[in-house]
């Protein structure tokens, strides 16, 4: 009776070791997973995933969108009132969320109606097709 209880001591010991090596291998796989991914996206271009790209169309009404987007909320959240002019330039950067880092000319009604650049990081997920302005600095 005792050699079958260690037995089955071993037995269990030697499951559970086995279950923790499982899931320690489905949580890398999950992370390698996410990381990969991210870094390359199954569909899309993958010639320049990882690196940022430049935007040759300026004048696109997306890219606008975003523009004024960023100089709208700039506006919100630092109490400005700048106005939107044109995108300077502009580049993105793909994965599994879409960063847009951007130069706009915008003017400041209040102070000297001026046209200054500034540079806005935008990033807009893919899902949910949510903006978020992580960061707006200038003049520059």
């Known amino acids: 009776m005792f050699i079958s209880l260690s037995h089955s001591k071993m037995f269990l010991t030697h499951n559970m070791s086995s279950i923790y090596q499982t899931i320690f291998l489905a949580i890398l796989v999950f992370c390698l997973g996410s990381t990969y991914c991210d870094v390359f996206p199954i569909f899309g271009d993958k010639t ?5 790209r430049p935007m040759k169309n300026l004048t696109d009404i997306k ?13 919100i959240r630092d109490k400005t009132e700048l106005l939107f002019q044109k995108l300077i330039e502009a580049e993105t950067l793909q994965g599994y969320a ?3 880092n951007l130069t706009i000319s915008a ?3 209040v102070r000297d109606n001026i046209a200054k650049n500034y ?3 935008v990033v807009e997920e893919q899902i949910m097709k949510v903006l978020h302005l992580v960061s707006f600095k200038g003049p520059i």
């Open 63 to 75: 890219v606008v969108e975003i523009g004024e987007f960023a100089v709208g909320e700039h506006n």
């Open 98 to 100: 879409t960063k847009y």
């Open 107 to 109: 003017k400041d009604g």
């Open 119 to 121: 540079v806005a990081l």
């Open 48 to 52: 320049h995933v990882g690196s940022w």
